[in-house]
């Protein structure tokens, strides 16, 4: 018998340490208790039996001893051993009696409810079984907009994450999504990375390199995308293996430095060209302007004879069918489609060219973005003033851009415009409206890095924004996706080329797919030629592409409808 229990013991042991070793949290918890538990029952076992023989003058068996232990500790009775003469006897019992009334407590809060609240709680997948899919690292804005524009499309995706509530909230919302650290081998694994059709690493230059060299040892065919900060470790990335390398800052500062110059030229700058006779344009609604105060009906936007509009902005959000008599205000911008001579006939009635500030653009931050601001508008000849809160190369003044005395000293009551390349969007925001309270003739473009922030900024009063979030996800997408080419990945608004198999064979009806969807289609590609005229009295062809035009939303609602 004495080897039977050393041997239960051993083995107890053994599978205790295994836990420690292999289990999970909730495993090591229940075999610790187990093994305390099942340890002190043998141990109260041989003491009774013992004590029997030695108070009581009763030989009694091991497993009979054991009986009574048991009978004792959860109170069930005492078999025929009671009552004890001994005071020894009845005080070992009396503490076994106690030991179960404690296991019973302590158990409860400490074991049990837990135990419960732990089976109901929401779990964090720890492998997923996917095929042909994208997979993200990590949950960001940026991913967002990616996922919008992998759904419209149904392509497959799965998001690693460090952080385990954001994982949960994300599986939560019907997204694959597992927990871990990217760089590791074991996590690329459990996402079927050697199934994966690519891989996006959008952390910081140096773990999205990490992520390019374990990915392309576990897939060799796998196209990897990796989001880089400067141009200087584009060839570390490459050798890392990366396939393609996006540089969505530089890209952000271009566009932002174009609608600098669109307030102090006086040429069409900021077009999208589509075409010798086909281009796209976004004019914002000067005050002192023609267009300002009319309705679209007066203003004759509506008419066909004109540039086609494809919507407005009001204060960051997009109307794809205003009503005719609605206002045309400060706070509007036109999305036209035309001819480049159209486009500028519309350009003279929405500027106010008396109103234009005679000092110098100023440029509020001076990392990547603020940098490519300042080279585009040095080679147009444009003179700027560089604010930053650190001191170095290329800054003029060096300070806070929300505080007053600074922007006063950069020049803002007489600034044509103001750009704001900071790092923070709250600080972004606190800015717009310190520059509002100092001068309401500047206007103000400014970068956001949440997509959800631009509709703040808006209404602290800038003129134009544009999301970092949404250049970094149009441009992994265009990298991604094969059917469909991003034309405008650093506008507010979105052009694609695409093939709408759903059309295939029919005519479009624009006004229709417009009411349903919030998207414009615009041309067909036919054999390299661009149709513009009348193209609901064509018929779409097999090999034809369509390009349409709306915001992010809108043109994910084409996908679906019609791709």
């Known amino acids: 018998m004495a080897a039977f229990i050393f041997a239960l013991i051993f083995l107890l042991t053994l599978l205790y340490i295994y836990a420690l070793w292999k289990g999970n949290y909730w495993w090591k918890k229940v075999l610790r208790s187990l093994f305390v538990v099942i340890t002190i029952v043998l141990s109260y076992a041989l003491i009774y039996q013992w004590g029997m023989k030695t108070y009581e003058g009763t030989e009694k068996s091991y497993l009979q001893s054991l009986q009574v232990v048991i009978e004792s500790i959860t109170t069930a009775g005492f078999g025929g051993d009671a009552p004890w003469q001994s005071e020894e006897m009845n005080l070992f019992v009396l503490i076994m009696n106690l030991t179960g009334v404690m296991m019973v407590f302590f158990a409860l809060p400490l074991f049990v409810v837990p135990l419960i609240r732990e089976a109901l709680a929401p779990h964090v997948p720890e492998r997923l079984e996917l095929r042909n899919h994208v997979i993200i690292c990590s949950q960001s804005r940026r991913a967002s907009v990616l996922r919008n524009e992998l759904a419209s499309k149904t392509i497959p995706y799965v998001i690693i994450d460090r952080d385990r509530d954001t994982v949960l909230e994300l599986n939560e919302m019907g997204v694959k999504a597992v927990m871990g650290d990217p760089t590791e081998e074991k996590i690329l694994k459990d996402v079927s990375i050697e199934k994966a059709r690519a891989i996006i690493a959008d952390l910081n230059d140096e773990e999205n390199s990490i992520i390019s060299l374990v990915a392309r040892n576990l897939n060799e065919q796998l196209q990897i995308i990796t989001v880089a900060s400067e141009e200087e470790v584009v060839s570390y990335h490459k050798y890392a293996g990366a396939d393609d390398v996006i540089l969505p800052r530089k890209i952000l500062g271009s566009s932002l430095a174009g609608k600098a110059l669109v307030s102090v030229s006086k040429e069409l700058q900021g077009i999208t060209k589509l075409g010798d006779r086909l281009e796209i344009a976004e004019l914002l609604i000067e005050d002192g302007s023609t267009y300002n105060q009319l309705t679209f009906e007066e203003s004759g936007l509506l008419n066909s004879t004109g540039p086609m509009l494809v919507g407005v902005w009001k204060s960051g959000t997009f109307i794809p069918n205003p009503e005719p008599d ?84 950069a020049g803002i009551e007489n600034a044509p415009s103001i750009i704001l390349a900071l790092d923070k969007d709250s600080t972004a925001i606190f800015t717009t409206l310190a520059v509002k309270q100092l001068s309401k003739n500047t206007e103000i473009i400014a970068r956001s890095n949440d997509v959800f922030s631009s509709g703040k900024l808006y209404r602290a009063g800038a003129d134009y924004v544009l999301s970092l979030s949404t250049v970094t996800g149009r441009m992994i997408f265009s990298s991604l996706a094969d059917s469909d080419l991003i034309l405008s990945a650093d506008t507010t608004y979105e ?31 036919r054999d390299g030629d661009l149709i513009t005229d009348n193209i609901s009295n064509q018929e779409i062809e097999m090999n034809d592409k369509i390009i349409v035009v709306g915001s992010d939303d809108t043109v994910n609602q084409f996908r679906k409808f019609y791709c």
Do not use: W
């Not at 480049?340 to 005679?358: A, D, G, M, W, Y």
């Not at 003033?385 to 003029?396: A, H, Q, R």
């Not at 029919?506 to 067909?524: Q, S």
């Open 326 to 409: 609605d206002k045309i205000t400060t706070d509007t911008i036109l999305l036209l489609s035309g001819s480049h001579k159209q486009l500028i006939e519309c350009r003279k009635k929405t500027v106010s060219f008396e109103n234009i500030q005679p000092g110098k653009v100023i440029i509020a931050g001076y990392g990547v973005v603020g940098h490519t601001i300042a080279q585009h508008l040095k080679e147009k000849k444009i003179e700027y003033t560089v604010v930053d809160i650190e001191k170095m190369s290329g800054v003029d003044i060096v300070g806070d851009a929300t505080k007053e005395n600074v922007l006063k000293s």
């Open 495 to 525: 052009v694609v080329r695409t093939k709408a198999r759903k059309l295939t064979g029919i005519k479009p009806d624009v006004k229709k797919i417009r009411l349903y969807t919030g998207a414009t289609l615009i041309a067909i590609e």
